[in-house]
Structure formats: C-alpha cells, structure tokens
C-alpha cells in the first residue's frame, strides 16, 4: 500500500503562517514581518500582559490536578465569556437563552461551528465577506461547505459598501448561512456602524439567514463593551446566532489556544438541544478543550484587581494600534505615495488594506525584506519606530511605476 498520490506532492504553504515562516528564515538583519497578526510591542517583542503572568502565579499554587475536563470545558469559564461578549445582565448571556462551549482558540471555535451545522443539516453553503481572513474558505469547505462571497468593501477599498453588501446577501437562499466580523474586521480594518449592523440585521432576518459572528479582536476597536455593538443589532426575538471568540489577541494567549463557540437560541430547550450536538462534534473532533489557558482567562475576569489591570493593559494596547494608525497616514502622506490613505486612520483593530498588487507583495519581500499578506495586509501592531521608515521607503519603491 502506498500514501495517496496527492498526499506526496508539497501543499502550498499557508497565506499568512507560511509567511510567517519564511520571514523567520529570511538571514536579512532588517527584516519586517507584517503579516502574523500579533501585538508588537516599542521593542519588537511579543509581550505577555502582566495581569495574566499574575494569574499563571496564582494557578501555579493551587493547581491540584491535570484532569481531563468536560468535553465543553468548564460552565464557569463559559460563563464568564458570555459576560465578556455581552456584559453581565444581558439576556444574551443568560443561560436560559444561550450556551458556550470552550474551543482551542477561535479556529477551533469556527472549525466546530462548521461541523456542528453540517451534521444536524444546515444548508451547505456558507457567505464569507469579499475579502476576508484566508482561512475562513478551507475551514468551512473541508466541512462540506460551497462558498459564497458578499461584497464588503467600495471600490478604493477604503469603506464599507453596505448597499452591495446587503444586496448580495439578499440573493442567498433562505437558511444559508452567513460569517460577519464582530469588531476590527480582517483584513480591512472596516467596520459596519450601529445603523449597518440593524441594516444588515434587517436581511438576516428577512431571508431567514443564520449568522456566524467571528468576534478574533474584542477590546481593540473602541472598547470591550463598545466592542460588541454587532450584539445590540442582531438581538432580535427569533434571530438565533453563533459567535467564535478568541482569547488570543486581548489575552496575549496566542500559543495557549484559548477560544470559545457562544451559541444564543431562542429558549431554554433549542440552547440545550443545540448544545448536545456541539458536544458531538467536539468530542469526534478533539475531545475536550486543553485547561490552562482557559482557566487564566477565567481567573482575569473572575479577580476584580486582576479584571482592572488587564482592562487598563488592553487599553493602552488598543491606544498603541492606534497611534500606530495615525502615524503610518502621516508617514504615507508626507512621503508624497498616491492614495487616499486618510480612511486608514478612522478604521480598527490590527490590520490595514493597502491595496497592493501580487507583484508589489512579492517586491516587498524579495527586493526590501518586508513581508505583508496578499492584497497588502499588513499588521499595524507590528510596526516599531525602526520599522515606519523601513516600510514607507519599500511601498514608494514598488508604487512608483
């Protein structure tokens, strides 16, 4: 017997991993990898938040056991995420309408999402924004999924196109369901205001849609409450709904792989139902969740001092990303590059859109040792004072022609 055929010949790397890789390898000492979205602090370095160094202490001395837990990990730690995405009291987070189940970051949260839906007979085909994260279309096409597109952004790329959007969303069959960006959207950094999320709130519900919201980036847009303006538009009666968190970004748990699948029903018995089901698909998939990370996000936000430093920390992130923002427009304007940059100030989160050709990605890398995503997605985290001019010079470089 012999390995498929397919399975001897290399797969193409990964659009954003692989990139990753490549940059790690790359001997060149001024290198600037733009394309991991993690948070880069002044230095260079990829910091952990000191409130959670303070939880791992804490858990270090009371852990008693490395047993295995729940296949939908521990209520409590659901629970407290529930909180976090909506905020205590809301009817969301209540368990008579809603259920969590703890994932192995947010990819694992959409990959369980994904094989919840095609084994209790979803419709097969699902509608991912234009553009959007590269692994959204295998996660969902490995489950079975035909994929659709929706327009989301206007033709400079700069804004939302909310009439498109809307539009396209209309022509989908009723039941179909459909991926939206919580807050800090990727790879554009443009997000629906309250008016578009009802607006498209509106269709969802007219053409019976059932909605997954991506939610990778709470806390780095306006703030962890303002951060869940998506919620206050598609809280409905009768508009049930599916949201993939991740602890990843705003924990600094990149490697702990700490994510969550909130499911809100419309009652008590379609929560309960549903819940056995993603427990199914868990356990033919992983099993049960891994606990440490989990457990220091549920310390973080169980601990009063330890909830108001890490609140203070993703704070001064958020303003970093920002500044980070603000100065990259500056630096693109007074470098003279054509381009309406201005809208990249306004926009959110950790990546920006610069609308570059294949050609001017690969020039970036190979000619200039800059590494950004297809279309020119870079990460504004991981920018560094050194990196701003390094970066200008290379995009004036290949944009001059």
Not at 50 to 63: C, F, I, N
Not at 251 to 277: I, P
């Amino acid at each position: 017997m012999a390995l498929p055929s397919r399975a001897v010949v290399p797969a193409p790397p990964d659009p954003i991993l692989g990139l990753s890789e490549a940059a790690r390898s790359d001997p060149r000492p001024w290198k600037l990898d733009l394309s991991l979205g993690v948070y880069v602090d002044e230095s260079g370095g990829v910091p952990v938040m000191g409130s959670v160094l303070d939880a791992e202490r804490q858990l270090a001395e009371r852990r008693d056991s490395k047993a295995y837990l729940p296949i939908g990990g521990r209520p409590t730690y659901g629970a407290a995420i529930r909180d976090l995405l909506f905020g205590p009291g809301n009817r969301m987070a209540r368990w008579s309408s809603s259920v969590t189940v703890q994932t192995p970051g947010g990819t694992g949260a959409l990959r369980v999402a994904a094989d919840f839906l095609a084994q209790s007979g979803a419709n097969r085909t699902v509608w991912l924004s234009e553009p959007t994260w590269p692994n959204h279309p295998q996660l969902f096409r490995f489950a079975g999924f035909a994929v659709r597109g929706y327009p989301y952004l206007d033709d400079a790329g700069r804004r939302l196109d909310l009439d498109r959007l809307v539009g396209t969303l209309r022509t989908a069959r009723r039941g179909d369901v459909v991926v939206l960006h919580g807050a800090c959207h990727n790879p554009s950094g443009v997000d629906p205001d309250a008016d578009a999320w009802r607006a498209i709130a509106d269709v969802l519900e007219e053409r019976a849609l059932l909605p997954i919201v991506d939610l990778a980036y709470q806390g780095f847009s306006r703030g962890i409450r303002e951060d869940a303006d998506w919620a206050d538009g598609l809280a409905r009666p009768g508009l049930e709904f599916l949201v993939c968190s991740s602890c990843s970004k705003n924990f600094t748990l990149y490697n702990e792989r700490v994510g969550a699948l909130t499911l809100v029903a419309a009652d008590a018995a379609r929560a309960t139902a549903a819940l056995s089901h993603l427990k199914v698909a868990i356990r033919a998939n992983y099993s049960n969740p891994p606990a440490h990370g989990a457990d220091v996000v549920e310390s973080v936000l169980g601990d009063p001092r330890l909830r108001d430093r890490w609140e203070r920390e993703l704070a001064a992130m958020r303003r970093r990303i920002q500044d980070n923002r603000s100065a990259l427009v500056d630096a693109l304007e007074s470098a003279g590059l054509a381009g309406d940059w201005e809208p990249l100030r306004a926009q959110r989160g950790m990546f920006a859109l610069l609308g570059l050709t294949s050609g001017q990605v690969a020039r970036l890398r190979d000619e200039f040792a800059v590494y950004a995503v297809t279309g020119g997605r870079i990460n504004v985290a991981g920018l560094t004072p050194a990196g701003f001019p390094r970066l200008v010079e290379a995009l004036r470089a290949v944009t001059a022609d």
